[in-house]
């Protein structure tokens, strides 16, 4: 096994690791809510009054983050990880992750960070599968032929 030494970043992926987990630490105790991605999203199909403003802010926010940081610590684009799949594959990708997600009642985000931190079963067991699902493909796309 070899690492990719150019696309290696500790302190970048430790920093956002630590920024997450404030952030969940932040609206679990100041909302009551479980910082889920795909739960947070999925609220905005069903409006509930005093629900919208938070998950559009949120995600806006979400969204616009790495453009703005780009402009504090510009990123060097010969280097930037590159995807190499068609769009066909990235949208059965996206299909799959959502459904993925509506299956096992929440993403990464709600069962790794937040479930794991609350000691949940039923996130440890989510967490364990995507890891072991994402291991796998990984394995199958670069070295079954």
């Not at 068609?86 to 990708?93: F, P, S």
């Amino acid at each position: 096994m070899t690492i990719d030494w150019i696309h290696f970043t500790p302190w970048p992926s430790l920093v956002g690791g630590l920024m997450l987990g404030l952030a969940s630490a932040m609206l679990i105790l100041m909302n009551g809510r479980i910082l889920g991605i795909s739960g947070i999203l999925g609220g905005l199909l069903r409006i509930r009054t005093g629900e919208v403003s938070w998950r559009l802010s949120f995600l806006l926010g979400l969204a616009a983050t790495p453009p703005l940081f780009s402009l504090v610590l510009p990123v060097d684009f010969l280097q930037a990880p590159r995807i190499e799949a068609g769009y066909g594959a990235i949208a059965v990708a996206g299909l799959l992750v959502g459904f993925g997600t509506r299956y096992g009642s929440g993403c990464t985000s709600g069962h790794g960070v937040c479930g794991l931190s609350r000691l949940s079963l039923r996130s440890l067991v989510s967490t364990l599968t995507f890891m072991a699902f994402g291991f796998l493909v990984v394995y199958v796309m670069r070295h079954v032929k």
